[in-house]
């Protein structure tokens, strides 16, 4: 081991027992540990070290991290020059030890001035797999994927919102290690891979989040999916109120799945048993128990090479709390569809949440070639499915009804620690109507689409007519909104205009990148 330290290495080595080897551009410590007996620790073990000092190593790193519990294996990242590349992966011997790490050395001064980051960190083994043709059943693609790649276990496709028959042009591909799912996606890389006749697009499944079983037992939220986009939010708590009538507390559905609130667990329990497979106007439903998210939009688990298309049907927030579903939100989707013959890539931009109509197959980029005939358009000629934020489609509806633009009026308050919180008040002046939402936001942008999202649901603007506000049904459930940003009630601080407009550096907010994947990457 040649290394700037490398006696301090040594007798790391000596003191602890542990062995060392470097290999693949990282440095091992341990793996297992000394006496280990069995198998390596299950998932959720390990966690993602960030922001390392490139002049830092073992010697000063491990003693760190053995405070929050028994080190499994600690590997570093390594460059040719013999400097860390300023991450790490760190696996405990138990999931209570990588959550007490989190805890206790995230954002953790390791050297004056120095900050590193902590976060949990989930080996992926699912491949995404774009531009397959519709019209292919999930075995037909398994057989196809078990014939090209090893170790596939598991496919999962997903059925076209508008045609069930069909599937939405692509899938996921479950392998039996992180290793095995890395040389496939070795091979399949390049491009130029075909499958009946088309060549797919390959890239990493964004890692489904594990939640712990003492929050999950908490849970009496449903998460289903497969509906048809015509089934109410009537039809779905008629049909999973059959078994105990007055059981279902209420019922958000957006585009082909939904979200089914219960008073209490056991009612949930039963009704996931009795409902899971059953026909609802003509299509196959699933069913399972919603999975909770953490409120803090910011922290996302990640992988170094994530498909960041647009998420389908797993995500939902109002007040309380923030849920995802077991396979649809746990991985980014993209949809690998052939338009005219050229690749719609999934656009990489955050999803929004203010618009029910925004299916997800429309949210692409394509190749904008040269000669293409240019229209000028206006936005009331566009379609409620291509807005996909609620500030667009709330001016879309202005101008529909043929009232006056919204204004926007920024307000703030000092929240906990004296963090300034921020809060729109919406109004339409020539409906002489106003609309503020009762939460306040840390970031710019989530604020003014949390209230025109508000506005929405006052306006109820799912009724496409013209007319007043009067007009309009108001929101059966208030405050079911479907937004994921991290917000807080207002009532009680004290609000004060912003003027001139404040200055919010970094307003995108702060976003840990986490890279998950290992060597094989």
Not at 475 to 482: E, F, R, V
Request: charged share 20%; with cysteine.
């Amino acid at each position: 081991m040649e290394s700037p330290n490398e006696a301090a290495l040594l007798a790391l080595m000596e003191k602890t027992g542990y062995s060392m080897v470097q290999e693949n551009g990282q440095r091992k410590f341990g793996g297992p540990p000394p006496g280990w007996e069995g198998p390596p620790p299950p998932r959720g073990c390990e966690v993602f070290v960030g922001k390392i000092p490139r002049d830092m190593y073992e010697d000063e790193l491990v003693p760190v991290f053995e405070r929050a519990g028994r080190i499994y294996e600690f590997r570093l990242m390594m460059e040719f020059s013999g400097e860390n590349r300023g991450y790490a992966f760190v696996m405990y011997t138990t999931r209570e030890a990588a959550q007490r790490a989190i805890h206790l050395l995230d954002n953790y001064e390791i050297r004056p001035g120095k900050f590193i980051g902590v976060c949990v960190s989930l080996d992926n083994c699912r491949l995404f797999i774009g531009s397959i043709p519709k019209d292919k059943k999930k075995e037909e693609i398994q057989e196809e994927m078990m014939k090209v790649t090893d170790g596939v276990v598991d496919v999962i496709v997903y059925p076209s919102a508008t045609d069930k028959s069909k599937n939405r042009g692509f899938a996921f591909v479950e392998y039996e290690s992180h290793k095995a799912a890395a040389m496939a996606r070795r091979k399949l890389i390049p491009g130029t891979f075909q499958l009946w006749g088309h060549t797919i697009q390959v890239d990493w499944a964004e890692p489904e989040k594990d939640v712990d079983e003492e929050t999950m037992q908490r849970v009496r939220v449903l998460y289903v999916r497969n509906l048809m986009l015509h089934t109410t939010e009537e039809t779905l708590r008629s049909e999973f109120s059959r078994l105990k009538p007055g059981s279902v507390e209420r019922v958000k559905k957006l585009t082909d799945y939904a979200f089914i609130h219960f008073h209490n667990r056991e009612d949930a329990l039963a009704a996931q048993q009795s409902m899971n497979g059953k026909l609802i106007d003509g299509s196959p439903i699933e069913v399972t128990l919603a999975k909770p998210v953490s409120k803090d939009g910011s922290r996302r688990f990640g992988t170094r090479a994530s498909h960041n298309g647009m998420a389908v049907g797993g995500l939902y927030g109002d007040s309380n709390f923030l849920l995802q579903s077991k396979d649809d939100s746990g991985i980014s989707l993209g949809t690998g569809i052939m338009s005219e013959g050229l690749y719609a890539r999934p656009l990489s931009l955050p999803p929004r949440w203010g618009n029910p109509y925004a299916v997800d197959l429309e949210r692409c980029v394509y190749p904008f070639l040269p000669g293409s005939t240019l229209v000028p358009v206006s936005l009331q000629t566009l379609k409620p499915i291509q807005l996909s934020s609620a500030v667009s489609l709330l001016e879309y509806y202005c101008h529909k009804n043929g009232w006056s633009l919204p204004e926007y009026y920024l307000y703030s308050t000092a929240g906990h620690e004296g963090k300034t919180l921020l809060i729109y008040k919406v109004v339409i002046s020539s409906t002489r109507s106003s609309y503020m939402p009762d939460k306040v936001c840390s970031i710019l942008e989530d604020a003014k689409e949390l209230a025109a999202q508000n506005a929405l649901w006052n306006l109820d603007s799912s009724f496409q007519v013209p007319g007043s506000p009067g007009s309009f049904t108001p929101p059966a459930s208030p405050g079911l909104l479907s937004f994921p940003c991290r917000s807080l009630p207002y009532p009680g601080y004290s609000m004060a205009p912003i003027s001139p407009p404040l200055p919010i550096p970094g307003a995108g907010g702060q976003r840990l990148y986490i890279p998950s994947q290992s060597s094989f990457f």
